[in-house]
């Protein structure tokens, strides 16, 4: 379905591009924008390369697990469903800690680790469960502390001070993550 979405808009983009005589400023911009994204990888790609290593060590060391322990009154409140030393706890730990530091690709392993551990626990393997839904809820509502990757963007391209975002930021992350887990709890309890 979503191929469909963005084909569409390609093929409509396209079409009005050239209708409208546009082509040759599609063509520029087509460069550009290739361009610009190689740029923007190579801004990137390191900064990935090295959180990734940071974090595998982490949970080597048995940091990850620490922070999950720290975290487990915070998680009992949102993920009542799970036990205390559920394995899926350390990875929700370790992706929610990555995404805290704005890191945001970097968490993608562990978020995928953690839905793997609840999905063994379903009893509907068709459904998602509650802490599936609360998981999807919270990695979705952008929890970032520290916005690394977009602090790296900003340097790369020159800004005067490419931390002055960091209490917008924030600000974000608290409104954002609170309504989307009062919007769950409310939708969770509406639905039992």
């Not at 800690?97 to 009893?123: R, V, Y």
């Amino acid at each position: 379905m979503v191929n469909k979405l963005w084909g569409s808009f390609i093929v409509i983009g396209l079409l009005y591009g050239f209708l409208t005589g546009k082509g040759e400023i599609m063509n520029q911009e087509l460069i550009t924008c290739g361009s610009s994204s190689f740029e923007l990888f190579f801004q990137m790609f390191p900064m990935m390369i090295l959180w990734s290593g940071i974090m595998k060590i982490a949970s080597e060391a048995g940091i990850l697990s620490f922070l999950s322990r720290l975290l487990r009154p915070f998680f009992s409140l949102i993920f009542p469903e799970l036990k205390k030393d559920d394995p899926a706890l350390e990875y929700i730990a370790s992706n929610l800690t990555i995404n805290m530091l704005g890191i945001h690709n970097a968490s993608t392993p562990f978020g995928l680790k953690a839905m793997q551990c609840l999905q063994e626990k379903n009893p509907k393997k068709d459904t998602a469960t509650k802490s599936m839904i609360t998981f999807l809820v919270l990695n979705t509502s952008g929890v970032t502390l520290i916005a690394t990757d977009i602090l790296s963007i900003r340097s790369g391209m020159g800004a005067s001070s490419p931390t002055d975002l960091l209490f917008i930021t924030i600000l974000a992350t608290v409104i954002n993550t609170t309504l989307a887990l009062l919007m769950n709890a409310y939708l969770g309890r509406k639905e039992t």
